[in-house]
């Protein structure tokens, strides 16, 4: 059974950086896709970035560019948001995604295996 954890979240002022990181275990987790989605209260999950770990191809919202940062640990399964800059928008509940067939996939239900969430607090 494969199980996403992720870390780092925290309370911050607007203009702060924040790094999250999402394990994945289970003996049968191979994704070559991984992504960050976010949620805030009353709306939908929605896309942040993602990556492909085989050849590290990303792909971000546009509202992110620039400022956010998707990464892979191969070794350990991980994925990282380095997130800067960071907007009192920004906040919400940051989820971990893997399991896409293709990682520029936007839509949540493409993705098969999430995280539990670590909130994002930006502000102002």
């Known amino acids: 059974q494969v199980q996403l954890v992720e870390s780092g979240g925290g309370l911050l002022q607007t203009g702060g950086s924040l790094r999250l990181s999402c394990a994945a275990t289970?003996?049968?987790?191979?994704?070559?896709?991984m992504a960050w989605f976010r949620r805030t209260p009353g709306k939908e999950r929605e896309f942040v970035a993602a990556?492909?770990?085989?050849?590290?191809?990303?792909f971000y919202r546009s509202s992110v560019k620039g400022r956010f940062f998707i990464s892979s640990d191969g070794a350990k399964n991980a994925v990282y948001l380095q997130m800067s800059s960071l907007k009192p928008e920004d906040s919400a509940l940051y989820f971990c995604?893997?399991?896409?067939?293709?990682?520029?996939?936007?839509?949540?239900?493409?993705?098969?295996?999430w995280g539990q969430g670590t909130q994002v607090t930006v502000s102002s």
């Open positions: 289970g003996r049968a987790f191979s994704s070559n896709t």
């Open positions: 990556i492909n770990r085989d050849d590290g191809n990303t």
């Open positions: 995604a893997a399991g896409a067939k293709a990682y520029y996939s936007m839509n949540p239900a493409a993705w098969d295996y």
